[in-house]
C-alpha cells in the first residue's frame, strides 16, 4: 500500500521561481528593458511574469510611472528575501560545479573573543604551511542553539558535548588573573597590590557574557578566590562598568580605562606585544572547567580536518597550556 504524503505547505504555496527570478531582476536594476537584457529574454516576457507574480501574490510590487519603476514597500520585503535566496543557491550550485577542483574547506565554530584574540592571531601561520585549506569561522555566544544549517567540522568552546555525533578533546583549564595598558599600571601603581585593585576602575564580563565564555570571569570569584571577600559595586573607592562582552573590556584595558581579568589564553600574545601587562603575581586556575576542540565524528578521517587539529593541539601544547602539564599559580579544585 502506497503511503499517502501530504502536501507540502511551503512548496505548495512558493510562486513560481522563473516568476521570481524576472521580478528579482527587474527590482535589481529598476529597468525592465536592462532586467531582459541581464536574463537574455524580451521585455514582454519579464512583464509577464511580473503580473503573474503580483497576481499569485495579491499584492503590487512595482509603482509604474512611465518607463520608470519604483518598488512599493512589499516589493523591498519581496526583493530583500528573494535576492537573498537567489545568492545562496547560486552559490551552492557554484560550490557543487567546483567540488572537484576546489580547494579543501573547513568551518570551525567558537566565541567572538576567541577568533579575536587567539585565531587571528595564530591562524595565518596555518594559512602559510596549508594553502590548499580554506577556512570559515563562525562566531557565536550560545553554541547550544546554532542558527538552522550551520554544521561546523570543529566547536572550540567549554562545552564537551556540543551537539550529537562529535567527539571533545580536553585542552585547557581557565588561567586568570588582571590586566591593564602600560599607561593605567603607570598612572594608578597602588593596583598592583589586592588593596588596590579594590579601589580602582574594574572592567567586569556581566552574568550573560560569563555564562556564554567562563563563568569565573569575574571579579568578586576572583577577588575570593584570593581571600577577599568583595562586593561589586558597594566597595568605597571602587567604580565598576560591567558589559557582556568581552572584547568591548579588553578594548576598554588597552584604552586605559580600567583593569581587567584576563584569560590567559586570549590575553598572553597582547601581552607578548607590550599592549597589555600583567597586574600584580596573583592568578587563579580554575580547574572544574575545561575547554574543549569537538570535531564532527563523520569527517575524522577528513585529511583537512586532521591537518588543522594536529595543527591546533600543538600549537596549545607550545603554550604550556595542554591538560596535563604543570600549571603555576593557584588552582581551585572542582
Known amino acids: 500500500m502506497v503511503k499517502h504524503v501530504e502536501p507540502d505547505q511551503i512548496l505548495v504555496k512558493m510562486p513560481s521561481l522563473r516568476a521570481v527570478k524576472s521580478f528579482v531582476a527587474a527590482a535589481k536594476y529598476l529597468n525592465f528593458t536592462r532586467a531582459a537584457e541581464a536574463l537574455c529574454v524580451t521585455q514582454a516576457a519579464i512583464s509577464r511574469q511580473i503580473r503573474e507574480l503580483e497576481a499569485s501574490l495579491g499584492v503590487v510590487l512595482f509603482k509604474r510611472t512611465g518607463r520608470a ?17 537567489f545568492v545562496n543557491i547560486a552559490q551552492a550550485a557554484q560550490r557543487i560545479q567546483d567540488s572537484d577542483t576546489r580547494k579543501q574547506e573547513l568551518t570551525i565554530c567558537c566565541s567572538p573573543a576567541f577568533s579575536a584574540y587567539w585565531l587571528s592571531n595564530r591562524l595565518p601561520s596555518f594559512f602559510s604551511d596549508n594553502p590548499d585549506i580554506d577556512v570559515n569561522i563562525v562566531t557565536t555566544n550560545n553554541f547550544l542553539h546554532m542558527e538552522p544549517g550551520v554544521h561546523p567540522d570543529v566547536f572550540i568552546n567549554k562545552v564537551s558535548d556540543s551537539r550529537e555525533g562529535y567527539h571533545s578533546i580536553p585542552l585547557f583549564y581557565d588561567q586568570i588573573y588582571p590586566v591593564c595598558s602600560p ?15 579594590q579601589s580602582t576602575t574594574l572592567l567586569n564580563l556581566s552574568p550573560y557574557g560569563r ?30 562598568f560591567n558589559a557582556n562582552d568581552y572584547n568591548m573590556l579588553m578594548q ?66 607550545e603554550e604550556s597550556t595542554f591538560i596535563g602539564q604543570t600549571e603555576q599559580g593557584k588552582s581551585v579544585s572542582a
Do not use: C
Open 252 to 317: 576598554m584595558a588597552l584604552n586605559h580605562q580600567g583593569i581587567s581579568l584576563g584569560w590567559h589564553h586570549l590575553v598572553a600574545p597582547m601581552i607578548e606585544q607590550g599592549k597589555l601587562v600583567r597586574v600584580g603575581e596573583p592568578e587563579t586556575t580554575y580547574k572544574e572547567k575545561r575547554h574543549y576542540l569537538s570535531y564532527a565524528e563523520s569527517k575524522q578521517d577528513n585529511e583537512a580536518l586532521q591537518t588543522f587539529k594536529l595543527w591546533f593541539l600543538e600549537r596549545i601544547q
Open 69 to 85: 519603476v519604483e518598488l512599493t514597500e512589499a516589493g523591498v520585503i519581496f526583493y530583500d528575501a528573494a535576492y537573498l535566496s
Open 211 to 240: 555564562s556564554q565564555i567562563a563563568e569565573h570571569v569575574d571579579w568578586s570569584v576572583w577577588l575570593n578566590s584570593q581571600g577577599i571577600n568583595f562586593n561589586l559595586g558597594s566597595e568605597v573607592g571602587s567604580h565598576v
Open 183 to 197: 599607561e593605567f599600571l603607570k598612572d594608578n601603581p597602588s593596583v598592583a597590590s589586592l588593596e588596590g585593585l
